[in-house]
């Protein structure tokens, strides 16, 4: 299955959830090109430069390394893929990788968007994801770790990141037509994962 979203709709809190649940591996391209940056590889040196500015890294690069993911093992049974496709190249590539047996639209209103990002703070040990509004110190509440703030969520950079969704990632609703399934994802999220589920339940 994909989750299609805007930055900050909850895609990487339902995905957790979701393959928690269904016992398949949350494939998240935001976090391949992190772990890459903190390895400091040649992707990651390369994909910094992309995600630092707000942009997509390119599509040639992004796809080879999701086509290299899915021929892995674990993804025999099914896979969730996190933010990927974002472009119509990018969804052009994964219909000759594979079929899908769901698209999952997470939708949320604009204004909502730029406080949860920029409100969002993360533990660099157990990677738990947080907001602000809902925390009563800077420590992770699962393993006390410090938590930090992504390079990326800074108000600017999610501006664009928010234009690039809307010019790049948001015709993909219509690319996918009838099979898109949408839920509202402006409540809380574990009302948001109930959603999820009555739709999964359905397929
Ligand atoms: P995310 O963690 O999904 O918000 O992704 C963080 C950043 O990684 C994005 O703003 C992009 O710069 C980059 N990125 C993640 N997924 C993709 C993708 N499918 N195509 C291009 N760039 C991506």
């Given at each position: 299955m994909i989750l299609l979203g805007a930055p900050g709709a909850g895609?990487?809190?339902q995905a957790a959830q979701i393959c928690k649940k269904y016992g398949i591996?949350?494939?998240s391209t935001g976090d391949m090109f992190r772990e890459?940056?903190?390895n400091n590889t040649e992707l990651?040196?390369?994909a910094k430069t992309y995600i630092d500015a707000g942009k997509l890294v390119p599509?040639?690069?992004t796809l080879a390394m999701v086509k290299d993911r899915l021929e892995r093992?674990?993804?025999?049974n099914g896979f969730l893929l996190d933010g990927f496709p974002r472009t119509i190249a990018q969804a052009d590539g994964l219909k000759a990788l594979t079929s899908l047996d769901c698209v999952l639209n997470i939708d949320v209103n604009t204004d909502l968007l730029l406080n949860r990002i920029t409100g969002r703070r993360i533990c660099p040990k157990c990677a738990g994801t947080y907001h602000i509004s809902t925390l009563t110190s800077d420590l992770c509440p699962a393993c006390n770790e410090k938590l930090v703030q992504r390079a990326d969520d800074n108000e600017a950079t999610?501006?664009?990141?928010?234009?690039v969704y809307n010019a790049q990632t948001k015709p993909l609703i219509e690319?996918?037509?009838?099979?898109?399934?949408s839920v509202d994802g402006n409540q809380p999220a574990d009302k948001v994962f109930e959603s999820i589920v009555k739709v999964l339940e359905a397929i």
């Open positions: 895609k990487g809190t591996p949350h494939i890459n940056m903190g990651g040196k390369l599509d040639e690069v093992d674990d993804c025999k999610v501006k664009s990141r928010i234009d690319y996918y037509g009838k099979s898109v399934k």
